[in-house]
C-alpha cells in the first residue's frame, strides 16, 4: 500500500508555470506506474500525465502536451509535474494516482489517491 501527498498548487497567472509535487510513503514506490489527473468545477476527474514506473515511458492528455512535463525520483519517492504556459482552464484540483499495474488513462486502473491540490490560473 502506497499513500500519496501532493503539494505545490497555488494561484498562477495564465502563462506563468507550477510545480507540483506528489510524495509517496509505503513500499515499492519504483513498481508504481504514477498518474497525474485533475477535476475542475462541475467537471469528471480527468488524466493528464502518466509515467511508467522506471520514468522511461510516458504519455500526456493532447490539452497539456508540449506544456507539462511529468517525472518522478525513485529515490525520493516523488513524482513531479512541472505545468508551464498555465491557461485558465486548466483551472483545476490535481491529484497523484498509483497503480500497480501498467501504464493506463482511466482513473478507474489507479488504486492509490492523494487528497489533490488546488490550482487556480488567473487571466
Known amino acids: 500500500q502506497v499513500q500519496l501527498v501532493e503539494s505545490g498548487g497555488g494561484l498562477v497567472q495564465a502563462g506563468g508555470s507550477l510545480r507540483l509535487s506528489c510524495a509517496a510513503s509505503?513500499?515499492?514506490?519504483?513498481?508504481?506506474?504514477m498518474g497525474w489527473f485533475r477535476q475542475a468545477p462541475g467537471k469528471e476527474r480527468e488524466f493528464v500525465a502518466y509515467i511508467s514506473w522506471s520514468g522511461g515511458f510516458t504519455y500526456y492528455a493532447d490539452s497539456v502536451k508540449g506544456r507539462f512535463t511529468i517525472s518522478r525520483d525513485n529515490t525520493k519517492n516523488t513524482v513531479y509535474l512541472r505545468m508551464s504556459s498555465l491557461k485558465p482552464e486548466d483551472t483545476a484540483v490535481y491529484y497523484c494516482?498509483?497503480?500497480?499495474?501498467?501504464?493506463?488513462?482511466?482513473?478507474?486502473?489507479?488504486?492509490?489517491w492523494g487528497q489533490g491540490t488546488q490550482v487556480t490560473v488567473s487571466s
Open positions: 494516482a498509483a497503480r500497480t499495474g501498467g501504464t493506463t488513462v482511466s482513473t478507474r486502473d489507479y488504486e492509490y
Open positions: 509505503g513500499r515499492s514506490f519504483n513498481r508504481y506506474t
